[in-house]
T-cell receptor
Framework: GQNIDQPTEMTATEGAIVQINCTYQTSGFNGLFWYQQHAGEAPTFLSYNVLDGLEEKGRFSSFLSRSKGYSYLLLKELQMKDSASYLCAVMDSNYQLIWGAGTKLIIKP | ETGVTQTPRHLVMGMTNKKSLKCEQHLGHNAMYWYKQSAKKPLELMFVYSLEERVENNSVPSRFSPECPNSSHLFLHLHTLQPEDSALYLC??????????????FGDGTRLSIL
């Protein structure tokens, strides 16, 4: 079966760096997405990786290793507004998104 | 971003009621989706429409009935729901389906509670 694993919850301190991991087993691979979802709000697109390596976008970076079935989202200079759930999703060979259950990130002052 | 609008935001209904959820996208996208989001579970894809044609139906019970009258509007008709159907229902759109880089744009969802 297809599976996406990510930690249920993480806690970090304002100003620090946090890495949210995602491992996947899917039927084929057509890219990996990260979304941010604040409580009671819509998920919003953060990043897309289809080739191995690191994609940097401001304070957020996303890494992919296709051979290991592994990705991480790196958040730098954490701000209180970064408190949210972070969803990892993989597009399989049928171009369907397979979603993880999300990682709830709690930022403490 | 208000590219995808869902109404109502909250809905409480009895098991014998009939109601409809509405989604509208202003992004000029060709594909629209319905998802169910339950606490601590992955998003569950329910239906996918591409150019108003249903292309995916993930074994969803018949008490959920989608309708896509045009590429900007999507409805989810509900009847005789069960308590386990209580969840957040999210609508999303993307430019197309069938290619890799297709970020989906989500609405804020309808929080549905079944009494």
């Amino acid at each position: 079966g297809q599976n996406i694993d990510q930690p249920t919850e993480m806690t970090a301190t304002e100003g620090a760096i946090v890495q949210i991991n995602c491992t996947y087993q899917t039927s084929g691979f057509n890219g990996l997405f990260w979304y941010q979802q604040h409580a009671g709000e819509a998920p919003t697109f953060l990043s897309y990786n289809v080739l191995d390596g690191l994609e940097e976008k401001g304070r957020f970076s996303s890494f992919l290793s296709r051979s290991k079935g592994y990705s991480y989202l790196l958040l730098k200079e954490l701000q209180m507004k970064d408190s949210a759930s972070y969803l990892c999703a993989v597009m399989d060979s049928n171009y369907q998104l397979i979603w993880g259950a999300g990682t709830k990130l709690i930022i403490k002052p | 971003e208000t590219g995808v609008t869902q109404t109502p935001r909250h809905l409480v209904m009895g098991m014998t009621n009939k109601k409809s959820l509405k989604c509208e996208q202003h992004l000029g996208h060709n594909a629209m989706y319905w998802y169910k989001q339950s606490a601590k579970k992955p998003l569950e894809l329910m239906f996918v429409y591409s150019l108003e044609e249903r292309v995916e139906n993930n074994s969803v019970p018949s008490r959920f009935s989608p309708e896509c009258p045009n590429s900007s509007h999507l409805f989810l008709h509900l009847h005789t729901l069960q308590p386990e159907d209580s969840a957040l229902y999210l609508c999303a759109s993307s430019q197309d389906t069938g290619t890799g880089y297709q970020p989906q744009h989500f609405g804020d969802g309808t929080r549905l509670s079944i009494l």
